[in-house]
């Protein structure tokens, strides 16, 4: 389903987000599933081989953006040095929210 706004135009972004720091080994993905989901959001988080976590969701732009919030904090025993972002349209069509290996 697209929803579209009053202007005619898609609603769901997508955000992209790199997680650097101590954000492997600690449950981060799990961290991010569950609130992903709390907010009604798609998309999903998978490590990447150097250390960061990758997050790709798709939603509106106001529960994006609580979910980036939390990706800056991370669960208590994350240590987030910085999270790198890209707002786009939807690239992919993805359903629930997973991790993804």
Known sequence: MVCMNQSGRN???????????????????????EHALALGLRGFARN?????????????????????????????????TEVTTTWRQPTEHVSGFHVRW
Not at 15 to 26: K, N, S, T
């Open 11 to 33: 609603d769901r972004e997508e955000l992209h987000a790199v997680v650097h720091g101590r954000v492997q080994g600690i449950g981060f993905r799990y961290f991010v599933v």
């Open 48 to 80: 990447l081989s150097n250390g960061d976590v990758e997050v790709l969701a798709q939603g509106p732009r106001s529960a994006l953006e609580r979910l980036l919030l939390l990706l800056r904090q991370g669960p208590s025993s994350a240590y987030v």
